[in-house]
């Protein structure tokens, strides 16, 4: 839903970062308001994964160039448990997984994180179960799944599901999730978009990184960006994954080949 | 997450380190014949008790310290060690009244209220100060149900007929060298005794405090479950901090016997040492079980989070028939603690089963060695063992050592041992970073989860105090 | 590790005395490095000789040979065996026909080391070229020089086969010893570099039929990116053994992979010893040992990893049947510098009877953080329920076992490079078979 008067929540300015010493951002500009969807496409290696990992504070990275407010406050400043205590969420593209500590545990601690910044109360071991039963709903989860290790011989499906219920219960603000389509078949990625479009409400965003229309079909995205050599090639509506469908990603190569233009792509 | 951020959360100061003024009676440094027949005397022991002494005495004097395990500490200078100290006008008191208030507050302060008013409800405890016991909660209670707790000391006096049936019955007075040298200058511990058939009404625990400064202490402790008995037993241990290190030597023996249970475990939170390795305790201890009668059970559960020296191998002789011996343990080393430690199960019976689940966390320059026994006997006929031994480093100068023997000579047996090295890995710290919680409790989260299996086994009542005692040891600043 | 010089003196003479005496009498004098005149094993001989004559036999209270007695050894005939080749008193069993694509050498046979038709690739070396070699510095590298099997051969080994392996070597090469029945001692020394990107395919094949010692000492460097399959195939008899010792170092990117079988000798100890000097290599070792009688067999590995992001991936499986003993010691050495290691060991033991024992020693010494360390062990029986499976499906129970017998096998013997078939390296399962 594109309000042009919704309050800005996420503003990414000309963003460079690297790993290792070898940049992959060369200047992303983005700007997402409440209640947008925005899709962020383009090949593998195209920066989409670095950028949802700059933006949670992953420390392998380093930003050199560019700032990223959140909510108007410096988001680079904080500490990736402090962005997702503000309600930043990424969901990943591969949780990890975490023998021995429980799944149950790790969402309650998680959630009362989060509710704690937001002043709401905790919840105790009681309450905190009956909330997750609840939102298992979302996602169409066996409770079973929560007396396990996090992420533990999870199926990829799974893995991808327990993201989704993490979102449900973090109530965050905005949503990046890398490539939650990815690796799932068509029963689950039903139930996946499913969850994303009854989290998305007016006061939240999403940006969804992906590289298959499939996902857009399920979700309807305000914005679709193209992605390439790290930075945002071009922005369109939802026709424009579309197109990308149909051409493919070549004419990407002829755009990067030709001359740049002169101010950087404006994101909307 | 930098490896320098997580070593300085298990850095943490050691919150029992404080010393109690209080008078104390000493016998002056060394060891000899006459020590061990004064510290005999003072006790008012049997013949037979100073007789096993002096044998222990003279058999160590022909030991020679091992040098086997992973450890490494200055030569040990046997004869600069004080071998009884006692707070003083203390024969043991009647009741808790007469007991030096300094005492109570000691154990107050350690957390454990001894007075009618604020002990732990449904656990006994024996308190152990220096080479003493000072008191031991609901002896009536117990008694009851014909339950014996009290100090060794006490049951040489009042049951010297049980000490002399089973005393040495399972770790010999010439085992080795730390628990022969126990066995001729043991001071004090704890003794329990379940009759047939009863079920212990509550837990039994020991708490024990070393406060002098150049003492060792050398307690042991004997549990004896009769047929169809059962008990489970807790030990803590703290002490003050020095810059010396101290000696600690003790002897635990345990006899199961048919159908009989015995849980014991142990919280250690010796004082172990600076950041830099100086002071800290020796802890040399041999612990033993004995599963006699067919169909007992005996299991062994540890913290270890303390000393600057842990040499420990808590084991099983399974020689009843189906008897079944369990070691779960969790060793944490930091800075440049040493703790070489493990079990030993030693398959004699038939369709005997063991299971062996060894967590180690090695962090700063300290080093963490697994060594184990599985010995499977000719007789053994479809005895089964499973191990499980892992490893979690934490910075790139601790150690991790894994040596588990198996031997087995029955090939109706089963013998399965796994091993696994981790560390916490920046991807899974960032993650739970990532949904909002902060590195030490997730590092606190990881390491306890890496832990669940052994927290599992305590006895309710101190699962959350290890849990905590951990999460203690992982407190402090974020780099 | 037992080390020869530290052992303090004693009144008593050492264990094994006077077969040691005899022993090194019988090879006293110089080696007969054929030619040159110039011995390139004399530097360390004569310490290693000395060294022997004081230490003697190893005995329990080493803690690398503590299940394992070597008192056996003086049994034997206290002089080295005749060489087959010039003279074959004893007439021993004929050897399978080599094909077109191995190359067979006779280790107990150097004089026809010269003549051999050496392949592109290969080039022995000889006097200058063999000093230059740096004979021995794997072993000094490796940390074995000291130990007894090492020091054993050292002292009365006469001769050295070195062969430089330059490029890919397309047949394979087969290094073969036979002790025959008359018996005696036959120690064997291979020199075997790898140069950078050099590729070679190894099947060392040694058997016994009589009451003899086979002492092998193989000696490895391989270069950067080197790849050594290496296949081991020894075969012996209640009265013969078996000391051999590979000392491999591995440089950056290179390969080594070892599959061996070994089977019937009264007392077998195989110790490979790896360094991966610089890390970044891979090291694939499979192991079989099949024990029956009062047959001994012991295996001492160690792996150590000095850089790096090297990987090891170990399997070691044992039959033990009737009295056999088996020993299985195996050491992953992970310090400091070698982050990023990924090491798997594997000890597999199956018992097939209630007198014979096995003994798994598995040492993981790790103080880098950052690495991927397992190891298993398991120790059984064949399985009730794979036996009954085969039978359900109308296997008799005695076919069926030995299907399993032959599986647990064949995970080994399939890598072996396919020279080996040649040598029927699973021959013992049909003789078991056949045994009543």
């Given at each position: 839903?594109?309000?042009?008067?919704?309050?800005?929540?996420?503003?990414?300015?000309?963003?460079?970062?690297?790993?290792?010493?070898?940049?992959?951002?060369?200047?992303?500009?983005?700007?997402?308001?409440?209640?947008?969807?925005?899709?962020?496409?383009?090949?593998?290696?195209?920066?989409?994964?670095?950028?949802?990992?700059?933006?949670?504070?992953?420390?392998?990275?380093?930003?050199?160039?560019?700032?990223?407010?959140?909510?108007?406050?410096?988001?680079?400043?904080?500490?990736?448990?402090?962005?997702?205590?503000?309600?930043?969420?990424?969901?990943?593209?591969?949780?990890?997984?975490?023998?021995?500590?429980?799944?149950?545990?790790?969402?309650?601690?998680?959630?009362?994180?989060?509710?704690?910044?937001?002043?709401?109360?905790?919840?105790?071991?009681?309450?905190?179960?009956?909330?997750?039963?609840?939102?298992?709903?979302?996602?169409?989860?066996?409770?079973?799944?929560?007396?396990?290790?996090?992420?533990?011989?999870?199926?990829?499906?799974?893995?991808?599901?327990?993201?989704?219920?993490?979102?449900?219960?973090?109530?965050?603000?905005?949503?990046?999730?890398?490539?939650?389509?990815?690796?799932?078949?068509?029963?689950?990625?039903?139930?996946?978009?499913?969850?994303?479009?009854?989290?998305?409400?007016?006061?939240?965003?999403?940006?969804?990184?992906?590289?298959?229309?499939?996902?857009?079909?399920?979700?309807?995205?305000?914005?679709?960006?193209?992605?390439?050599?790290?930075?945002?090639?071009?922005?369109?509506?939802?026709?424009?994954?579309?197109?990308?469908?149909?051409?493919?990603?070549?004419?990407?190569?002829?755009?990067?080949?030709?001359?740049?233009?002169?101010?950087?792509?404006?994101?909307? | 997450?930098?490896?320098?951020?997580?070593?300085?959360?298990?850095?943490?100061?050691?919150?029992?380190?404080?010393?109690?003024?209080?008078?104390?009676?000493?016998?002056?440094?060394?060891?000899?014949?006459?020590?061990?027949?004064?510290?005999?005397?003072?006790?008012?022991?049997?013949?037979?008790?100073?007789?096993?002494?002096?044998?222990?005495?003279?058999?160590?004097?022909?030991?020679?310290?091992p040098d086997w395990a992973a450890?490494?500490?200055?030569?040990?200078?046997?004869?600069?060690?004080?071998?009884?100290?006692?707070?003083?006008?203390?024969?043991?008191?009647?009741?808790?009244?007469?007991?030096?208030?300094?005492?109570?507050?000691?154990?107050?302060?350690?957390?454990?209220?001894?007075?009618?008013?604020?002990?732990?409800?449904?656990?006994?405890?024996?308190?152990?100060?220096?080479?003493?016991?000072?008191?031991?909660?609901?002896?009536?209670?117990?008694?009851?149900?014909?339950?014996?707790?009290?100090?060794?000391?006490?049951?040489?006096?009042?049951?010297?007929?049980?000490?002399?049936?089973?005393?040495?019955?399972?770790?010999?007075?010439?085992?080795n060298?730390?628990?022969?040298?126990?066995?001729?200058?043991?001071?004090?511990?704890?003794?329990?005794?379940?009759?047939?058939?009863?079920?212990?009404?509550?837990?039994?625990?020991?708490?024990?405090?070393?406060?002098?400064?150049?003492?060792?202490?050398?307690?042991?402790?004997?549990?004896?479950?009769?047929?169809?008995?059962?008990?489970?037993?807790?030990?803590?241990?703290?002490?003050?901090?020095?810059?010396?290190?101290?000696?600690?030597?003790?002897?635990?023996?345990?006899?199961?016997?048919?159908?009989?249970?015995?849980?014991?475990?142990?919280?250690?939170?010796?004082?172990?040492?600076?950041?830099?390795?100086?002071?800290?305790?020796?802890?040399?201890?041999?612990?033993?079980?004995?599963?006699?009668?067919?169909?007992?059970?005996?299991?062994?559960?540890?913290?270890?989070?303390?000393?600057?020296?842990?040499?420990?191998y808590?084991s099983?002789v399974?020689?009843?028939?189906?008897?079944?011996?369990?070691?779960?343990?969790?060793?944490?080393?930091?800075?440049?603690?040493?703790?070489d430690?493990g079990t030993k199960m030693i398959h004699v019976?038939?369709?005997?089963?063991s299971?062996i689940?060894?967590?180690?966390?090695?962090?700063?320059?300290?080093?963490?060695t697994y060594r184990g026994l599985v010995q499977i006997g000719p007789k053994a006929?479809?005895a089964?063992n499973?191990s499980?031994c892992?490893?979690?480093?934490?910075?790139?100068?601790?150690?991790?050592n894994t040596h588990p023997y198996i031997r087995s000579q029955q090939p109706d047996a089963d013998v399965e041992h796994?091993a696994?090295?981790?560390?916490?890995?920046?991807?899974?710290?960032?993650?739970?970073?990532?949904?909002?919680?902060?590195?030490?409790?997730?590092?606190?989260?990881?390491?306890?989860?890496?832990?669940?299996?052994?927290?599992?086994?305590?006895?309710?009542?101190?699962?959350?105090?290890?849990?905590?005692?951990?999460?203690?040891?992982?407190?402090?600043?974020?780099? | 590790m037992p080390t020869l010089?530290p052992l303090?003196?004693?009144?008593?003479?050492p264990r094994g005395?006077?077969w040691l005496?005899?022993?090194?009498?019988?090879?006293?004098?110089?080696?007969?490095?054929?030619?040159?005149?110039?011995?390139?094993?004399?530097?360390?001989?004569?310490?290693?000789?000395?060294?022997l004559?004081?230490a003697g036999l190893p005995g329990r209270n080493h803690e690398a040979w503590r299940f394992t007695d070597p008192l056996p050894l003086t049994a034997l005939?206290?002089?080295?065996?005749?060489?087959?080749?010039?003279?074959?008193?004893?007439?021993?069993?004929?050897?399978?026909?080599?094909?077109?694509?191995?190359?067979?050498?006779?280790?107990?046979?150097?004089?026809?080391?010269?003549?051999?038709?050496?392949?592109?690739?290969?080039?022995?070396?000889?006097?200058?070229?063999?000093?230059?070699?740096?004979?021995?510095?794997?072993?000094?590298?490796?940390g074995v020089?000291q130990e007894w099997a090492v020091a054993l051969n050292?002292?009365?080994?006469?001769?050295?086969?070195?062969?430089?392996?330059?490029?890919?070597?397309?047949?394979?090469?087969?290094?073969?010893?036979?002790?025959?029945?008359?018996?005696?001692?036959?120690?064997?020394?291979?020199?075997?570099?790898?140069?950078?990107?050099?590729?070679?395919?190894?099947?060392?094949?040694?058997?016994a039929?009589?009451?003899?010692l086979t002492s092998v000492v193989?000696?490895?460097?391989?270069?950067?990116?080197?790849?050594?399959?290496?296949?081991l195939?020894a075969?012996g008899v209640d009265e013969a053994a078996l000391l051999a010792v590979t000392a491999?170092?591995?440089?950056?990117?290179?390969?080594?992979?070892?599959?061996s079988l070994c089977s019937g000798w009264g007392l077998a100890r195989q110790e490979p010893v790896v360094?991966?000097?610089?890390?970044?290599?891979?090291?694939?070792l499979?192991g079989l040992h099949w024990l029956e009688g009062h047959q001994l067999a012991d295996t001492h590995s160690r792996m150590?990893?000095?850089?790096?992001?090297?990987?090891?991936?170990q399997l070691h499986k044992v039959v033990a049947a009737g009295e056999s003993r088996s020993v299985f010691n195996g050491c992953v050495q992970?310090?400091?510098?070698?982050?990023?290691?990924?090491?798997?060991q594997l000890s597999r033991g199956l018992l097939l009877s209630d007198r014979a024992r096995i003994d798994t020693k598995p040492e993981l010494e790790?103080?880098?953080?950052?690495?991927?360390?397992?190891h298993g062990a398991t120790i059984s029986r064949?399985?009730?329920?794979?036996?009954?499976?085969?039978?359900?499906?109308?296997?008799?129970?005695?076919?069926?076992?030995?299907?399993?017998?032959?599986?647990?096998?064949?995970?080994?013997?399939?890598?072996?490079?396919?020279?080996?078939?040649?040598?029927?390296?699973?021959?013992?399962?049909?003789?078991?078979?056949?045994?009543?």
């Amino acid at each position: 839903m594109i309000r042009p008067d919704a309050p800005i929540l996420l503003e990414i300015t000309n963003l460079h970062a690297q790993i290792d010493d070898q940049p992959i951002l060369h200047g992303v500009n983005l700007t997402i308001r409440a209640g947008e969807i925005h899709a962020l496409m383009g090949r593998n290696g195209s920066g989409k994964s670095t950028l949802s990992k700059v933006l949670a504070g992953h420390p392998a990275y380093t930003v050199t160039e560019g700032s990223v407010r959140f909510e108007g406050e410096d988001l680079l400043a904080l500490s990736p448990e402090e962005r997702a205590r503000r309600g930043v969420f990424l969901g990943f593209q591969y949780p990890v997984e975490i023998p021995g500590v429980s799944n149950l545990e790790f969402l309650r601690v998680a959630t009362n994180a989060r509710r704690q910044q937001l002043g709401d109360d905790e919840l105790d071991t009681f309450s905190f179960e009956d909330l997750v039963r609840e939102r298992l709903g979302v996602v169409q989860m066996d409770p079973a799944f929560l007396d396990r290790s996090v992420n533990e011989g999870f199926s990829g499906g799974e893995k991808k599901r327990n993201e989704i219920l993490q979102m449900a219960l973090l109530n965050p603000r905005v949503a990046i999730l890398d490539e939650t389509d990815s690796g799932l078949d068509i029963d689950a990625l039903r139930i996946v978009a499913g969850g994303v479009c009854q989290l998305a409400g007016p006061n939240n965003a999403t940006l969804l990184i992906t590289h298959y229309q499939r996902l857009l079909e399920a979700i309807t995205p305000d914005f679709v960006h193209v992605m390439a050599a790290g930075r945002l090639l071009r922005t369109g509506g939802k026709e424009l994954a579309l197109e990308l469908e149909e051409r493919g990603y070549d004419w990407v190569d002829e755009e990067l080949a030709a001359p740049r233009p002169a101010s950087p792509v404006e994101a909307r | 997450m930098s490896t320098t951020s997580l070593e300085s959360l298990v850095a943490t100061p050691y919150k029992y380190g404080f010393v109690t003024d209080i008078e104390t009676e000493k016998f002056s440094k060394g060891l000899d014949e006459d020590v061990i027949r004064r510290i005999s005397a003072i006790k008012e022991e049997p013949p037979f008790l100073l007789d096993f002494r002096l044998r222990a005495y003279r058999h160590w004097l022909t030991m020679a310290e091992p040098d086997w395990a992973a450890l490494s500490h200055p030569l040990i200078n046997f004869q600069d060690i004080i071998y009884y100290a006692a707070p003083k006008q203390n024969a043991k008191k009647a009741s808790l009244d007469e007991v030096d208030p300094k005492l109570l507050d000691t154990f107050e302060k350690l957390g454990i209220p001894l007075s009618e008013q604020k002990r732990l409800s449904n656990v006994a405890v024996d308190a152990v100060f220096d080479s003493v016991s000072i008191a031991t909660t609901f002896k009536e209670k117990l008694s009851e149900h014909g339950v014996i707790f009290c100090s060794i000391s006490e049951a040489v006096r009042e049951h010297p007929h049980l000490i002399e049936h089973y005393l040495g019955s399972v770790v010999p007075l010439s085992d080795n060298f730390f628990a022969t040298l126990n066995s001729a200058v043991f001071s004090d511990g704890s003794f329990v005794f379940i009759p047939k058939g009863v079920e212990c009404p509550m837990e039994l625990s020991t708490y024990f405090r070393i406060n002098s400064g150049d003492t060792g202490q050398f307690e042991r402790t004997l549990i004896v479950a009769e047929e169809g008995s059962s008990v489970s037993y807790l030990e803590g241990c703290t002490a003050p901090m020095f810059d010396t290190n101290q000696l600690h030597a003790a002897v635990v023996e345990l006899v199961a016997l048919d159908e009989a249970s015995i849980k014991y475990s142990t919280v250690q939170n010796w004082y172990a040492g600076d950041a830099d390795g100086v002071g800290g305790i020796y802890n040399f201890v041999t612990k033993r079980g004995h599963c006699r009668g067919r169909h007992s059970r005996i299991s062994w559960t540890q913290v270890e989070t303390g000393s600057a020296i842990t040499w420990k191998y808590p084991s099983c002789v399974l020689q009843g028939a189906d008897s079944v011996g369990e070691f779960y343990s969790v060793a944490l080393t930091n800075n440049h603690q040493q703790a070489d430690t493990g079990t030993k199960m030693i398959h004699v019976g038939p369709r005997t089963r063991s299971t062996i689940v060894s967590k180690g966390i090695s962090a700063g320059s300290s080093s963490n060695t697994y060594r184990g026994l599985v010995q499977i006997g000719p007789k053994a006929v479809g005895a089964r063992n499973f191990s499980q031994c892992d490893s979690m480093l934490i910075g790139d100068q601790a150690g991790a050592n894994t040596h588990p023997y198996i031997r087995s000579q029955q090939p109706d047996a089963d013998v399965e041992h796994e091993a696994s090295t981790c560390r916490i890995s920046e991807d899974q710290l960032f993650y739970l970073q990532s949904r909002g919680i902060g590195v030490e409790e997730a590092v606190s989260m990881m390491v306890s989860g890496f832990c669940r299996d052994v927290f599992n086994q305590l006895p309710m009542e101190f699962a959350a105090e290890a849990d905590k005692l951990l999460a203690l040891k992982l407190e402090g600043s974020v780099g | 590790m037992p080390t020869l010089s530290p052992l303090p003196p004693t009144a008593r003479a050492p264990r094994g005395h006077d077969w040691l005496t005899a022993l090194l009498k019988a090879t006293a004098g110089p080696g007969g490095a054929a030619g040159s005149g110039a011995d390139p094993l004399e530097a360390g001989r004569e310490g290693a000789r000395a060294a022997l004559a004081h230490a003697g036999l190893p005995g329990r209270n080493h803690e690398a040979w503590r299940f394992t007695d070597p008192l056996p050894l003086t049994a034997l005939a206290p002089h080295l065996l005749a060489s087959p080749a010039s003279a074959a008193p004893d007439q021993p069993s004929p050897l399978p026909a080599a094909t077109g694509s191995t190359l067979r050498i006779h280790l107990d046979a150097p004089d026809t080391h010269a003549r051999a038709a050496w392949p592109d690739g290969i080039e022995r070396l000889e006097g200058e070229a063999l000093r230059k070699a740096v004979l021995g510095s794997v072993l000094t590298d490796t940390g074995v020089e000291q130990e007894w099997a090492v020091a054993l051969n050292t002292a009365i080994v006469p001769r050295v086969l070195a062969l430089r392996v330059c490029g890919t070597v397309a047949p394979c090469l087969e290094l073969v010893s036979q002790a025959g029945a008359r018996g005696g001692v036959l120690p064997l020394r291979v020199l075997l570099l790898l140069e950078e990107g050099a590729s070679l395919t190894l099947l060392q094949v040694h058997l016994a039929e009589g009451p003899s010692l086979t002492s092998v000492v193989m000696d490895i460097a391989l270069g950067r990116d080197a790849r050594l399959q290496h296949g081991l195939v020894a075969r012996g008899v209640d009265e013969a053994a078996l000391l051999a010792v590979t000392a491999v170092r591995q440089a950056a990117g290179s390969r080594w992979s070892q599959t061996s079988l070994c089977s019937g000798w009264g007392l077998a100890r195989q110790e490979p010893v790896v360094l991966q000097s610089e890390g970044r290599a891979d090291t694939r070792l499979r192991g079989l040992h099949w024990l029956e009688g009062h047959q001994l067999a012991d295996t001492h590995s160690r792996m150590r990893f000095a850089g790096p992001e090297g990987s090891l991936d170990q399997l070691h499986k044992v039959v033990a049947a009737g009295e056999s003993r088996s020993v299985f010691n195996g050491c992953v050495q992970v310090p400091r510098d070698a982050q990023r290691t990924h090491a798997s060991q594997l000890s597999r033991g199956l018992l097939l009877s209630d007198r014979a024992r096995i003994d798994t020693k598995p040492e993981l010494e790790i103080v880098a953080d950052d690495v991927r360390c397992t190891h298993g062990a398991t120790i059984s029986r064949p399985r009730e329920e794979q036996l009954f499976y085969l039978r359900s499906r109308g296997i008799a129970a005695e076919q069926a076992s030995r299907l399993l017998l032959r599986g647990v096998c064949e995970e080994v013997s399939a890598e072996l490079p396919a020279a080996a078939g040649a040598w029927s390296p699973l021959s013992f399962l049909n003789a078991a078979s056949q045994r009543p």
